[in-house]
């Protein structure tokens, strides 16, 4: 028996609270006495629990653990610090009081147990992601001390061992017949009555154990790992505690393990535990110094790898690196990103210039439809950037240990014939409480066993290091790692997707503008703090379950909240702006219009309500004053015709739209070009079954393409809304279904190339899909999209798995169908922005946008509500690059800012400008570190796919410019030569620059 005696508690008492509260404030209240057997709870209480014991003096010699047995969460508190986690489903029901009792060992004390009323994955009723129940409680099943038998215990894991060999190895491998005989030698020789028995047993078994390899066995490097999901089945708030509960065990087993290595990523949870739970952290400091708390991945978390925008994945980045250089004295060298769903094919060239060579994931191992070919190799984005890439072959991030997880770890290596070294990540996550004992005692046996792999504690270090030996025997993977499976969460929680998208737009404007401010005022306050405050703040919701939308309701209200915060603290255009504003006698009334992108603009804006519209030329970030609108060359013409239907021109485009709002034809004016496919319309909604196999808010099936019905009902014909000059709009509603309805204005502007559908949905679907579709006249194999600082082609067609497994694709501000010298681009701004193919309609699939989803799990009320989104469709000649595609998406997606009354003279003012249209200014910032108040970054990228030569043209007093990386670090070699009006950039396909511009008047 693994347990001896056993010896009751002096007394239990508990207290309970809806709120997470700390330690000091919990001990001063009011226990009441409980006992084994009691429940607790509901959902996402805490249950606090005195436990006084006393051990008995005849245990002296003896190892003696208080078994704790309940559900939930459970953190042990010994004077006033927490000692150790315990989780029934992570394997940690005891907590060790001493190893071997000593007569002068304290013999009572009061420790304190600390439970969340919430399992390792939540509260789910009935299934893992079905919504929380509130109303679970939750059983204390067992509380007493005991005595262990450790002798009892190292035989049983030398038995499974040798159990596992025989089962594993498989008949063909001898190994396994030796095994398999030498414990059956074990069972033959055991008296489980008499200990004295029990090391020759051991001996057996170590006759295995110590026989060892050949040279050439496969090596495994082992390390401790807790996949801790930020927020996900629980609020961020549970997740502050998972990190200590975990982390806290984990120190503890270091203690004892000399070897024990962990990794972990998260800057966010590092932070979290810092500010919470100082002791632990100091501890952890002390065992990183060592090198075996190893924080790794390099980002403030582990984020969602398709959907953040290429400056916030550079900010996940910085924020992230810049913590753990502060905190524990370097860089990450590895991105770490196991969980998320698909990887941007631009991530390869931000790792670069963010000191990271080297990328560990696994998830491409749940790809549905085609077994990703590699294990080990070099990953290139779309600039040419390549990183050293390496998937743990057990296909997961929380292995236990054992003998068949080592052996697939082995044998599922695909590039094992060049590489004779994986990993394997081993401990339970998600407050599992990360590795046990067990599991490190079963890879201690497996150290070096013929037949088995060898096994070793490393680190990311030096398991990458002998990668790199290898290098010119690897192969290559180029483009994205699309993950095919979960591609519902590029549109589910769509309110999250818009906050996401409009605060990353609301950070970069209040950026440029501050920047502006303080090269023009040398007393402005830059607002830093607040800005990585709020930074923070939306870079937390990026991880990997909030953005995606796969999460549960109080989660989405945390996100939502945060979102608010950004909001609040970034009114735009700032207060501060009039300090960029020259000061003179006043003059007559006018409005001043700010533009935050890199070009000029010329754009029909709304004064202060939609009576006064206003033409607007803007110069490339800057602003100008404007007292009266411009004349269009051709203003807007909306005529209603006799069948109900409405055409619409501008003397660039011509929309001609029936009496639903679907466009029936769509032409530039110059060219006469029809764009809409014949016999089919446009701008048609349509509405699918979506129901998944299981993952209800994560995936949409392709056979959700199979169930497409048209949207026909009409609730309010077409009719004119503005009726032309400036601005032509028509409105409409669509009835989706008795619960739902769809109200669209579609807008053209005055020198506008595209048309804009404002809409708005009141949604209250189960399990449906709603997109529009542009079936149109152009015929192409493939279709782009547009991903951060560049863009990608994807199939449209079904010719093999790999191309019909993107079936539902990702894409941020738009996306390009193209055939030849033509083409039409769709944009979105507002919800998550995605495309999905409809099935067995054409040859070549049609676009669709995906819009709103309506699954019920693990949110029961995911996107029902009102919901507001703009779309724009835009035909062109040419390329999408020559037609200004992509800057029309910027701007539909950056509007200008208008301050309505100026007082002062104020010409038109141009920070800076790119002469090549190719080359985006993305970002205009104070430098960060170190801080540098005289100094800027820019970030720029080319974006055709072009290699480009360029002048970069600048207002601003400019002393030096100097190259630098993502993470600010200058390139001390590369000095920048000074123009008159700025200085000459060169750029190669998709790449991203980031310069430091040190002012010639230092703002303080
Ligand atoms: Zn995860």
Redesign the pocket.
Known sequence: RLFGDTYPLVSLSCFQSPQRIPYDEAVRQEFRPVKVGDSFGPTWWTCWFKVELSIPREWTGKEVHLLWESDGEGMVWRDTQPVQGLTKEGEKTSYILTEALKETDPHSLTVYVEVACNGLFGAGKGSLVAPPDPEKKFTLNQAELVVFHRDVYELLVDFEILVDMAKFLGEENQRSFQALYVANQMVNLLDVTDPATFPAARQLASSIFSQKNGDSQHTIHAMGHC?I?SA?LWPYEESVRKCARSWVTVIRLMEKNPEFTFVCSQAQQFEWVRNRYPGLYAQIQDFAKEGRFIPVGGTWV?MDGNLPSGESMVRQFLLGQRFFQQQFGRLCSEFWLP?TFGYSAQLPQLMRGCGIRRFLTQKLSWSLVNTFPHSTFFWEGIDGSQVLTHFPPGNSYGLQGQVEEMLKTMNNNRDKGQVNHSTALFGFGDGGGGPTQKMLDRLTRMRDVDGLPRVQMSTPDQFFSVLEKEEPQLCTWIGELFLELHNGTYTTQAQIKKENRECERILHDVEVLSSFALTQNSTFPYPSSKLEHLWRLLLLNQF??VLPGSCIQLVVEDALRYYAVVWIHCNTPPDSLTSILPTGPETAESLLVLNTLPWERTEVISRTGEETLALVKVPSMGYSAVKDSLTPPHPVTVVKQADGSVTMENGVIAAHLDSMGRVISLRLVHSGRESVQDGHCANQFVIFDDIPLYWDAWDAMDYHLETRKPITSLLKPLEIVLAGGLRGSVKFSLQISERSVITQEVILDAMCPYLRFLTQVDWNEAHRFLKVEFPLRVRSMNATYEIQFGHLQRPTHWNTSWDWARFEVWSHKWMDLQGCARGLALSGSGAGFSHGQGKRLHSINPPLSSRLRAPKSPDATADIGHHQFTYAVMPHRGSFQEAGVIHCAYSLNYPLHTIPVVSVPCPAWSAFSVDSPAVVLETVKQAGAPKRLDSLVLRLYESYGSTVVTWLRTALPIKEAIDCDLLERPDPSSHLPLGEHGLTLSFTPFQVRSLLLILRHPAQ
Do not use: S
């Open positions: 996949h999901d996900w582990e969980d990997h379950d």
